[in-house]
């Protein structure tokens, strides 16, 4: 840990249960992905991975209504455009420590998860989601894009087809869709979220790690050469798009609506991204 990291707050809370490291997310209101989140989560599983005794990790968001909402827009204001190059790695590298995370890792979506929220629980083994969650890729809509490397991931898991609609959409869905889809693997009643959660990480973890890393090395296929041209293709169109007057205007006008927002801004996400008939996407 750097002076720097050591002088930002600390942005999620880690804590262990039954063998279990429960991460959750802890940036109120929506648990944001700022640039420090995003960094300490990337070193925290680096450095777990290093570790000889690596847990089981949940990953939850605090609070009841966000996982988490995606990056943090706001703190794209006044960036430069040779600014963004930082983010866009930092948070690729997150993605990458994800991909090869040898232990288990289960999703606890305690709400919305949307975004980089989305590309992060696609990286999970296992995702357990609260009846009220809701998920979806809407950077389209706000002036922005996923990263590469999550978009891969998307159409491996999910599909070509069901990946495009979320994609070029922008629009949200249930947990019950997401379920449909392949997204989510149980949907469950919100207080037993956690319990679940836990439970089903520490089952996992009870399997030889030398076996489940071999697996999940063989499923997930990390490859050093496609992350680096996944990460040029997310630097090349994060220049594209930073600059470009109407991806600009829409990041400007989702800012300034947020702005505006009361407490009540989970309310207004669902009335502008109306829940779509739970159908089979695949």
């Not at 640039?35 to 605090?62: C, H, K, M, Y």
């Not at 357990?128 to 998920?135: G, I, K, T």
């Not at 470009?244 to 989970?266: I, V």
Request: proline content about 5%.
């Amino acid at each position: 840990m750097t002076a720097n990291d050591a002088a930002c707050p600390s942005t999620f809370t880690a804590e262990e249960r039954s063998g279990v490291l429960v991460v959750t997310l802890d940036r109120p209101p929506a648990n944001a992905l700022n640039r420090t989140l995003i960094n300490q989560l990337a070193r925290l599983f680096t450095e777990l991975t290093e570790s000889s005794d690596a847990p089981a990790v949940v990953l939850t968001g605090q609070g009841g209504k966000f996982f988490t909402a995606g990056g943090d827009i706001k703190e794209l204001e006044g960036v430069a455009t040779h600014e963004i190059d930082g983010r866009m790695r930092d948070f690729h590298a997150l993605l990458v420590a994800l991909d090869r995370y040898p232990r288990p890792v289960v999703a606890a979506v305690n709400g919305h998860c949307v975004g980089g929220g989305m590309e992060i629980a696609l990286f999970a083994d296992l995702v357990f989601a609260a009846e009220h969650a809701r998920f979806g890729f809407p950077e389209i809509n706000h002036g922005l894009l996923p990263a590469d490397k999550g978009v891969r991931r998307s159409a491996a898991v999910l599909g070509t087809r069901a990946t495009r609609t979320m994609l070029l959409t922008g629009e949200l869905f249930d947990a019950r869709r997401a379920e449909a889809i392949g997204l989510v693997d149980t949907v469950v009643d919100p207080t037993r979220l956690i319990e679940t959660a836990v439970a089903a990480a520490h089952e996992a973890s009870t399997k030889a790690p030398v076996l489940y890393g071999a697996l999940k090395h063989s499923m997930n296929s990390p490859d050093d050469d496609q992350d680096e041209i996944s990460l040029r293709r997310t630097l090349a169109a994060a220049a594209a798009y930073f600059d470009d007057p109407r991806a600009r205007a829409l990041r400007e006008g989702w800012n300034a609506g947020r702005d505006r927002a009361t407490p009540g801004t989970a309310e207004r996400l669902r009335q502008q991204n109306p829940v779509q008939p739970a159908k089979e996407s695949r």
